[in-house]
Each structure stands twice: as structure tokens, then as C-alpha cells.
């Protein structure tokens, strides 16, 4: 491959200010985030679509986005050692190419088990793009520069969120499902020419082995819990031999996992890192925070569609609404410097249990504005917490560990979402059946309400028809409830994060 226009590694060192190798280098680090937040997020705005098209049911056609996490959340944690071996630049350039090549497969898939594997495929193939780019950044950025860096680098996350799923929408109801994916390509190929120009390869070392082992058995108890979080609720849990079966193989895999770590001279993951109480304080944090931070994004499309009837291109505007305010968090951040991280985290922390709290007390007839607010200031909660978040984490850090614990941080954030989501899925689905259940008891002959016509309306239950409106009515409800009932969930986890705040103690020259 021939040598990068912007020579950037040699550039990097020769001083603490700002240059024009380091700002095209942002902007290009910058832009692969956005690609790759695009792919996760412009999905959901076209899941009522998918699942209709493909016959699908809501936990099965939440494989679409859980399956791309879990790819991403296996093969994050080898980003360190692919580039370390076969070069940063060859290893981001293949994975650019594959995954724009995934996002024209999964366009035209015919089926929901073809664009599973499509989306696996791209979540792996995507996954290095973003420790990588981030491990870039903090080895090239000088710690004066490192904050402001990191709020602008972090805007291509932002960006992702705005433009997937408004653009994504409209595409999705003029054209739709398979457009949202093929809207991804031209910025693929951008990502592609980007890469190929900017990033300088670094040295390559053949020699470092890889433990495989500690991978295999790692990837497999990752998989095996979300399967089983996944399919749990269709199949009774541990009434199922299923479900036995999958928790056997997980505890086998994580038993297999944790003795070959502590046993071994080179772990897959290095235990002396979490010797950094920081950094290991930061990861609980992190993993909290990857667990509040794709479950809106699954669960308002579905309900926004089917409960309320709004179209895709709405629904579509209003998730950007929380990137608008991810977008205002990290602008804050980007100026707000001086002030110690604790308290942004803490505020944001404090913004997403809000924003959680006030979505479950709402009725079935929330209006636009209802969502777009409060998607807004959760949003603003994200962009407070991820810049803080990740100085508060490394701030302790020996350099030599970074590109190690940068990878495990985006594996435990993608781990943390994937987990999340089957539990809200979950929770929303078997209390949606149990109010039903609860409403279903009071449909009797001997209720004094059921005869009184100007209560009852078009639900009458004299006729096969009015039965009918009452029941689907009763399931509207009902549905509406489980909902709620995830995001009260959502809400309480936001708050177990805000005593770990009190943990991490800055270095004193940052306090």
C-alpha cells in the first residue's frame, strides 16, 4: 500500500499545540465513529418495517440489533492485537471494506435469519474501527489537548444518532426497510478513501502471541447469556432443557474463562489493569452506561408506530431529538475543561434517570413533544457522561495499558447494551401479558360497568366485532405498560451508577 498523504506518527511528536496533521487526523478519527454509530443506530427506526416484512415477532426482530452488538462486543477486545500484528491501517481498511460490503447485504436480505448473519458480520468487521480510532487519538493528542479531543472525536457518535435515524425514517417510509441500509455505503466508501489518505501504518510484531483460548471461551459465554436473555421469556427459562442447556455452557465457558486468565502469563485480558482502581471503578460505570444507552432507541420505535400510529419519518425526527442533545452535551464538554468530571457524570447520570422517570408516567396519548423533550435531556445525559467518563477512567492509567483498556472498555459498553436491551425486551413483553391478564378479569358477566352503553361505546360485548375493539384495545393498553414498566427499570439503573461517581478520586493536579 502506498505511504498516507498526511504523515501523521512523525508529525504527532514535535510538539504540545495544535497542527494541521492533527486536526485532519481528528476529523478522519472523527468520521469512522460516525460510520460506525450510523450502522448500530439507523436500524432501529425500521424495526415495526422489518418485522412486518419478515414475519417476525418483537424479541425475535430484536436480533437485528442485539446480534450487531454482540459481534461488536466479541471482536472489540482483539482490536489491540490484529493492529499490533498485521498494522493499524491494513487492519481498518479491511474492515471498512467488509463492512460497507455487509451494510449492501444486509439491503438485500430475504429473510430475518440472512440479515441477522449480515448484521453479525458487520458488527464484527466494525468493531475495531472504533477502539482503534480511539487509541489513536489519545497516543497522538498531547493531555492538554487530549479533553477537547476526545468531546470533538466523540461528536461523530453524536452525528450518528442525528443523521441514521431522521434521514434513515424518511428513506424507510418513502422507499422502505432496506434503504436505511443502503444509506450507510456512501459513507462507507468515504471511510474507505479517508482512511487509505490519513492514517500512517505502525509497526508491525508478529511475534505476540494471542490467547485464544481466553477469547474462545469469553466470546462463547458472552453469546450463550445473551441467547439465553433472548430466549428465555418464548421458552419458560429453566422450565426449558433449552435454557439448561445454554446456562451450563456459559458457566462452563466463564469457569474455563477466568481459571486460564489467572493462569496464564498472557491473558486475553490483562488482570493487572483492574489493579487500577480507577479504571476498574470507571468499567462498572461504563457497563451501567452501555446499558441505558440503546434501550430508548429499541423500545420508542415499536411504540411510537403501533400504539400511537406516527409514521417512520416522525418517529425518526424524534430519535434524533436525543442526538441533538448528546450533540449539546458533548459542545459542553468541549469548553468545560477545567471542571472536574465527577460532576458532569454525576449530572448526566441524574438527567437519564429523569428523562426515565417522566417517560413511564406517561398515558398511551403522549403526543410528539412528550417524546421529543424528553429524549432531548437524555441525550444531554449522554453527551455529559462519555468525555468525563472516559478522563476519570484513564486518568490513573499506566500509558502501556491504554490500547488494552480501551478495548475493554467498548467491549464491556457493548456487552452492557446488548444485556440490556433482551432484559427490557423481556420485561416489557411479560408485564404487557400480565395487565392483560389483570384486565381479562374484570371482562365478566357480573362487572355493572360492562352495562352501561355510553362507558362501553364501540366495545360492545354484544357482537364478535365489538369484542374484538375491546380486546385490541385491552392489548394497546397492556403493551403500553410493559413499556413503562422498562423504562422505570431504566430510570433505577441510571441511579445505581451515582454513588460509583464518589469512588474515583482524580489525580490532584485534575481536582
Known amino acids: 500500500m502506498s505511504a498516507p498523504i498526511f504523515n501523521i506518527e512523525e508529525a504527532s511528536p514535535d510538539g504540545d499545540g495544535l497542527n494541521l496533521s492533527r486536526i485532519v487526523l481528528l476529523f478522519t478519527l472523527t468520521f469512522i465513529t460516525l460510520l460506525y454509530t450510523m450502522a448500530i443506530m439507523i436500524v432501529n427506526v425500521a424495526l415495526p418495517d422489518i418485522r412486518g416484512a419478515l414475519s417476525a415477532t418483537t424479541d425475535q426482530v430484536a436480533w437485528v440489533v442485539t446480534a450487531n452488538i454482540i459481534a461488536s462486543a466479541v471482536a472489540t477486545p482483539i482490536a489491540g492485537w490484529i493492529g499490533g500484528r498485521f498494522g493499524t491501517r491494513q487492519i481498518m481498511l479491511i474492515g471498512a471494506v467488509i463492512f460497507t460490503v455487509s451494510s449492501i447485504l444486509c439491503g438485500t436480505a430475504e429473510s430475518l435469519e440472512a440479515l441477522v448473519l449480515y448484521r453479525i458480520v458487520q458488527g464484527f468487521s466494525g ?42 425514517g424518511y428513506l424507510n417510509e418513502l422507499y422502505g426497510w432496506r434503504w436505511v441500509f443502503f444509506l450507510i455505503v456512501p459513507f462507507g466508501f468515504a471511510a474507505i478513501l479517508a482512511i487509505w489518505l490519513v492514517i500512517k501504518d505502525t509497526s508491525k510484531d508478529r511475534s505476540v502471541r494471542f490467547d485464544w483460548l481466553g477469547f474462545l471461551s469469553l466470546s462463547v459465554a458472552i453469546a450463550g447469556i445473551q441467547l439465553i436473555l433472548d430466549r428465555g421469556e418464548r421458552a419458560g427459562w429453566f422450565e426449558s432443557l433449552e435454557i439448561v442447556i445454554e446456562a451450563g455452557i456459559v458457566l462452563t465457558a466463564l469457569y474455563f474463562f477466568f481459571v486460564h486468565t489467572f493462569t496464564t502469563d498472557r491473558p486475553f485480558l490483562k488482570p493487572a489493569i483492574f489493579q487500577d482502581k480507577n479504571y476498574t471503578v470507571g468499567m462498572i460505570i461504563i457497563f451501567i452506561f452501555g446499558m441505558l444507552n440503546f434501550v430508548p432507541m429499541v423500545l420508542f420505535p415499536p411504540l411510537l408506530q403501533e400504539l400511537r400510529g406516527f409514521p417512520q419519518s416522525v418517529i425518526g425526527m424524534l430519535l434524533a431529538a436525543r442526538g441533538a442533545g448528546t450533540l449539546t452535551g458533548f459542545l ?86 446488548s444485556i440490556f436491551i433482551s432484559i427490557c425486551i423481556t420485561v416489557a413483553l411479560r408485564e404487557a401479558r400480565v395487565s392483560y391478564a389483570g384486565l381479562a378479569e374484570a371482562v365478566n358477566p357480573y362487572n355493572k360497568i360492562m352495562d352501561v352503553p355510553f362507558l362501553m361505546g364501540a366495545w360492545s360485548l354484544d357482537s364478535p366485532v365489538g369484542i374484538g375493539a375491546f380486546s385490541n384495545e385491552m392489548a394497546r393498553q397492556s403493551l403500553m405498560n410493559g413499556y413503562l414498566s422498562a423504562f422505570y427499570l431504566f430510570s433505577f439503573l441510571a441511579l445505581t451508577a451515582i454513588p460509583l461517581i464518589a469512588v474515583i478520586r482524580m489525580p490532584k493536579d485534575k481536582d
Open 332 to 417: 459542553i464538554m468541549a469548553f468545560a475543561t477545567s471542571v472536574n468530571p465527577r460532576i458532569p457524570v454525576l449530572l448526566g447520570f441524574s438527567l437519564q434517570a429523569f428523562s426515565g422517570f417522566m417517560i413511564a408516567s406517561f398515558s398511551i396519548n403522549l403526543t410528539s413533544f412528550d417524546v421529543a423533550w424528553t429524549s432531548y435531556v437524555q441525550g444531554l445525559g449522554v453527551g455529559l457522561i462519555w468525555v468525563p467518563l472516559n478522563v476519570m477512567a484513564f486518568s490513573t492509567l499506566k500509558p502501556n495499558y491504554v490500547p488494552d483498556a480501551t478495548a475493554i472498555l467498548h467491549l464491556i459498553r457493548n456487552i452492557g447494551s
Open 127 to 168: 468493531a475495531p474501527l472504533l477502539p482503534m480510532s480511539q487509541a489513536i487519538l489519545m497516543s497522538r493528542f498531547p493531555k492538554k489537548l487530549l479533553h477537547a479531543g476526545l468531546a470533538i472525536w466523540g461528536m461523530g457518535a453524536v452525528l450518528g444518532p442525528i443523521i441514521a435515524p431522521s434521514v434513515g
